[in-house]
């Protein structure tokens, strides 16, 4: 797991660097700026060979060194009015001393830059010019192998749609550059006007901010990935998030807690040993006549991510159905709350899953509130969610600890009408309202693990916990969105709760299974496969 930083932790954590004397927040930025510059030769070392040479030309030399046929590498540097701009005058000053032929662009004026930025725009100075942020950038950067996006990086506060043909140049560039077409676009720390805590794109009420705010082909940030990177928009318009070291600690800051976590392979696991019942035993709710296929998806996975026992509760109008397609996976009838209620006197049933394909009426609102009656580990879903649209306050007074619920957007926003229009509003100012800030508030009104999902999905427990598990970058998965995938993923966390996980140590390990188990199919991808990559994807991740 990686700790994923908001604007305000970033800047307490340098803050209290500078302040214990260990480091000058110069010294802060000549890092950052070597690290865009080391993190730009180690994704295209191409760039470190003059154009036209290919004839062991070392990365260093200067331009009267170059051979006769060479010509200079060229870039175009967009420096802003705060310490992102900084970084910017360093890397321009990094790429000249490796004989790079550099023009730079401030957005802001000179004598406004903070103080280290100030002295980074003055050494660059010296020796060349620096041209006010315009047009020109465009002509300039047209023949360029790269463009350095530094206008504004963790502190932007209000949006930036000033030099809109510019930043829809850089757009451009970014998809013309996979073709060799176009200059390279690197972006500091974010791509400018994407909030480095929500990943939303300031000022763009409305619009699709991908057809002309600043996108990058990757972005370099510094000592830990920032949230915004891996949510919403900013998971697209980054590219690839490299991370480079500048020398930092970390230290626990009392000013801004609330630690979030991206996912990583989990090692839970483990059924070498045991009994089928000391690994739980699943029920999954199915729905009637017709509407019996999400339950059974659910209970694959349930039954393949490891749980000792599973069984279907299914309608009398659905048995025959049901038993047509279940082998392994047992079958009861449930006609109702009372038989509910009579099945679970068996105390071995430890999880129980209810919502896919349920349908929506009492009797669904009645199974919800007889099962959260028991406090066991429960899982509600789909129909289970949006049966409460318009009692929320009911579900939320019986959800307890023992409890996950996964909605998708539309689901949230029938529980959470309001967190759900606060992170819809058209964001304005920065920090902007994140999904995690919805997540997190939405665990503590429901008082049980929240598990909001999407390729962003985030997972959050009433105490604050969060995780982010991103299906981006090099996770990106997008086959995963086809029908019945969520009722897998449903399963998974069951499955994982029966076996005894945490409520929270379930949604999060089956959120990463289940992107693990899209990747490892690939494209083609429909819900049944899912449970049947399980077995590759723990033998891959080493999970006995
Ligand atoms: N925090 C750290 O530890 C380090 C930060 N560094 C760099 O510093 C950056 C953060 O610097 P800053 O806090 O100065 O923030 P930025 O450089 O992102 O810019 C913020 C400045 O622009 C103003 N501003 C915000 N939105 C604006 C808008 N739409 N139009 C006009 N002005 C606007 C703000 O008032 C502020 O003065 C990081 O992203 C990173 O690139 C690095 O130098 C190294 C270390
Ligand atoms: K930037």
Known sequence: MTELLTAAQMQAI????????????????????????????EEWPELAQPVESG?????????????????????????????????GFVVARLLKERGWAVEVFLYGEPEKLPPDAKVNYERWRESDAVRPLCEEVIDAGEDADLAVDAVFGTGLTRPFLDHGEVQSELNL????????????????????????????????AGENPFDSAVMANFTVSFHRAKLGQFLSDGAVACGKVVVKDIGLVDR??????G?????????????AFGHKYSHGHALLLSGGHGRT?????????????????????????????????????MLRQIDGPNELDQLLEDRRINAVCLGPGLGLGAETQMLVMSVLKQERGTVLDADALTQFEQNPGVLFEALHGNCVITPHGGEFARLFPDLDEKLNAPATTGPAYSKVDATREAAKRAGCVVLFKGPDTVIAAPNGCCSVNSAHYQRSAPWLATAGSGDVLAGFIIGLMARGLSPMQAAETAA???VECALNFGPGLIAEDLPEQIPTVLRRLDIP
């Open 55 to 87: 004839r062991g030309a070392s990365p260093s030399r200067s331009p009267e060194y170059l051979g006769k046929d060479d010509a200079p590498r060229r870039a175009v540097v967009l420096c802003g009015p705060g310490n992102n701009g900084g970084d």
């Open 259 to 271: 630690e979030v976590v991206t996912l990583a392979a989990p090692s839970a696991g483990g059924k």
């Open 14 to 41: 340098e803050q209290a660097a500078i302040a214990s004397g260990e480091v000058t927040g110069l010294e802060l930025m000549e890092r950052a700026g070597q690290g865009v510059v080391e993190a730009i030769f």
């Open 252 to 257: 626990d800051s009392p000013a801004v807690p």
């Open 293 to 329: 296929g999400a339950a059974r998806l659910a209970a694959r996975g349930a039954l393949r991510i490891g749980a000792g026992l599973v069984t279907v509760g299914s309608p009398r109008s659905a048995m025959m159905e049901n038993a047509y397609q279940l082998t392994a996976i």
């Open 512 to 514: 990463y299974l289940h």
């Open 173 to 204: 560039w970014q998809a013309a550059s996979r073709r060799g077409a176009a200059p390279r676009v690197v972006a500091v720390d974010m791509p400018s006007g994407a909030c480095a805590d929500s990943g939303l794109y300031l000022g763009y």
